[in-house]
């Protein structure tokens, strides 16, 4: 089953910040929080992934709390072509993947 | 970046016949592969884990006489859904993780449209 829960959507401004939260509260010491995302009709895509510290990539950011019991996915600067459902997973490294029901994120000009 | 293909992307067929899906990764060694379906606005569930050489683990609820997954080589794995139902008509995605610097991600597929008439 999941380990996490997150708001069912959101809309964001077009060039502003999407923030999406997720809640993991019972994630255990080794497992990594992973951000993917799935635009209609297609596989997911990975955006980032992280332990314990901030991550940051060219897609996007991620923090995570000191007790990691909850983390944001930061879209730095939202387009049209953000428009997707984001899933947020915790999961061992080699380990399953078991989504949840995600955010379906709305970008709107 | 690690490229995984499906084939068939769309696929028509008879009730009570089977069908088979390819999954494979391009560019690295996949030592894992992972099944999933997802149905019409809902999410992801995951079928099945299976290692390379090694039989399919399959989730709780799903019949593996009926959703076969062979991993024989490090870059194919198969899923075949024998004798299909309208009902088993979904979106069948498949993903693969690796070693080395393959090992932190799962590599999703494009995904399969199985449509059972």
């Known amino acids: 089953d999941a380990k996490t829960t997150q708001p069912t959507s959101m809309d964001c401004a077009e060039g502003r910040a999407a923030n999406l939260p997720c809640n993991h509260s019972?994630?255990?010491?080794?497992?990594?929080v992973y951000w993917y995302r799935q635009i209609h009709s297609q596989g997911p895509q990975y955006i980032i992934h992280?332990?314990?510290n901030n991550e940051t990539n060219e897609m996007a950011s991620l923090i995570i709390t000191e007790d990691r019991k909850s983390s944001t996915l930061i879209l730095p600067h939202a387009t049209l072509r953000d428009t997707a459902v984001y899933y947020c997973?915790?999961?061992?490294?080699?380990?399953?993947?078991?989504f949840g029901t995600g955010t379906s994120l709305t970008v709107i000009p | 970046g690690a490229v995984v293909s499906q084939h068939p992307s769309r696929v028509i067929c008879k009730s009570g016949t089977s069908v088979k899906i390819e999954c494979r990764s391009l560019d690295f060694q996949a030592t894992t592969m992972f099944w999933y379906r997802q149905f019409p606005k809902q999410s992801l569930m995951l079928m099945a884990t299976s290692n390379e050489g090694s039989k399919a683990t399959y989730e709780q609820g799903v019949e593996k006489d009926k959703f076969l997954i062979n991993h024989a080589s490090l870059t194919l794995s198969t899923l075949t859904v024998t004798s299909a139902h309208p009902e088993d008509s979904s979106f069948y995605i498949c993903s693969a993780r690796g070693s080395g610097t393959f090992k932190y991600e799962q590599y999703f597929g494009p995904g399969t449209r199985l449509t059972v008439t």
């Open positions: 997973i915790v999961s061992n490294t080699g380990n399953q993947f078991y």
């Open positions: 019972t994630i255990s010491g080794n497992e990594y």
């Open positions: 992280g332990l314990k």
